[in-house]
């Protein structure tokens, strides 16, 4: 049964990331893109993800568990879907948070826990890293195609994106005031680059 | 996010003190899942028990779960207008820095030792190059960093940051 499996799958994503929304990235990537939705429609999702209030990857998660219902058959399966990939990636949070918070000064003096983390934070780096360069190949050879490599191909190189992702690099890095730019304004001024770039002048 | 946090938490409710914020950093970074969500399952608990972790988890969670479920049937609708993907195309742009902006404050979370960066340049290499599953390469991690604090390089190990006004606040 298909929400069983989307339990098991938003489960496994919340068990499995330490390091916040972001160090879920390559564990979706490979379990959710091609599985339950394609890839076009991915990254679509998780743009308005970033751009709508709340946690980007619980907002990704109820779109997931939302398509996954509607392909079942109705909106009414699409909330219920909804409903139980975000359920599922809150679980393990909330009964570990819970758990650790009760025995707080054991957890931090643990030598078995910290021990863990010590190797699990270099290794979500690297790969959140690996999901920025997937995200990066996508953006720039739009017919490259992660679920389909053996039919994509690597033409159409999209300079004006890879020229687009050079400049928000630089801005992100701008400080007013001594702070860098909020997420939120930045995602603003993208998408009016977008429309200025991609819409009216037709690149 | 933290002082969003902090000023409704302590200064309006009073509910947690300024060093259970400092604990509430600690463990929503070295918990598994979403930190603004393990940050309200924390201040829920201290606040009122079990039931009280269970409902702040569930009021981080549901204005994306309304918004969302919201959206989505707008989606198509707004993808098929040409400046609304284009505005879709230019935010897609934009979450690649932001994830670059989030692996920059990852790794300053992890030590800069050279068995640190092995284990980074490994993970990576493993996750672009095959498709092996991802779970297992933070599990072999764990392990890793597991033997290596324990029988390799036993010092005293960094938590986090804000170590030192914990220690500070056991006393």
Do not use: H
């Not at chain 1, 995200?135 to 033409?155: E, H, M, Q, R, Y």
């Not at chain 1, 400049?167 to 890095?173: N, R």
């Not at chain 2, 604990?23 to 393990?38: C, L, Q, Y």
Request: aromatic share 12%; with cysteine; hydrophobic share 55%.
């Amino acid at each position: 049964m298909i929400f069983l499996q989307l339990f098991w799958t938003y489960f496994k994503i919340g068990l499995f990331t330490i390091g916040g929304g972001y160090a879920m990235l390559p564990l979706v990537r490979q379990q959710v893109i091609g599985v339950y939705v394609p890839e076009e429609l991915f990254w679509n999702m998780l743009a308005v993800s970033e751009a709508t209030p709340g946690p980007f990857a619980i907002n990704l998660a109820t779109f997931v568990g939302m398509n996954v219902g509607i392909n079942q058959g109705g909106v009414l399966l699409g909330f219920f879907g909804a409903f139980v990939a975000t359920t599922a990636v809150i679980l393990p949070s909330l009964v570990i948070v819970t758990i650790v918070s009760t025995v707080f000064i054991k957890f931090k003096s643990s030598k078995f826990i910290q021990g863990a983390l010590y190797g699990i934070r270099p290794v979500v780096v690297g790969l959140v890293f690996s999901a920025l360069v997937m995200v990066t190949l996508t953006l720039i050879l739009p017919n490259l195609k992660l679920d389909d490599l053996a039919n994509s191909t690597f033409g159409g190189f999209d300079y004006v994106s890879l020229i687009l992702l050079i400049v928000f690099a630089a801005l992100s890095f701008v400080k007013i005031k001594g702070k860098r730019l909020n997420p939120l304004v930045l995602i603003g001024i993208s998408a009016v680059v977008g429309i200025g770039v991609f819409g009216f002048a037709g690149l | 996010m933290i002082s969003v946090i902090e000023r409704e938490v302590v200064d309006k409710r009073n509910w947690c003190s300024r060093e259970d914020i400092m604990d509430m950093v600690v463990i929503a970074e070295s918990t598994p899942g979403v930190i603004a969500v393990n940050s309200a399952t924390f201040v829920g608990y201290k606040t009122a028990g079990v039931l009280g972790a269970i409902i702040a988890t569930i009021g981080v969670t549901l204005p994306s779960f309304l918004i969302i479920s919201g959206l989505y049937f707008a989606m198509d609708a707004f993808l098929t207008n040409v400046y609304v993907a284009a505005a879709f195309k230019g935010v897609r742009i934009c979450v690649a820095v932001l994830i670059f902006r989030a692996i920059i404050s990852l790794f300053n979370l992890m030590d800069k030792k050279a068995f640190c960066f092995v284990l980074l340049v490994g993970s990576f290499i493993v996750a672009s190059f095959t498709d092996f599953n991802v779970i297992f390469i933070i599990l072999i991690g764990a392990i890793l960093g597991l033997l290596y604090t324990n029988f390799i390089d036993k010092r005293q190990m960094i938590v986090c940051k804000v170590e030192d006004d914990d220690q500070r606040s056991e006393k």
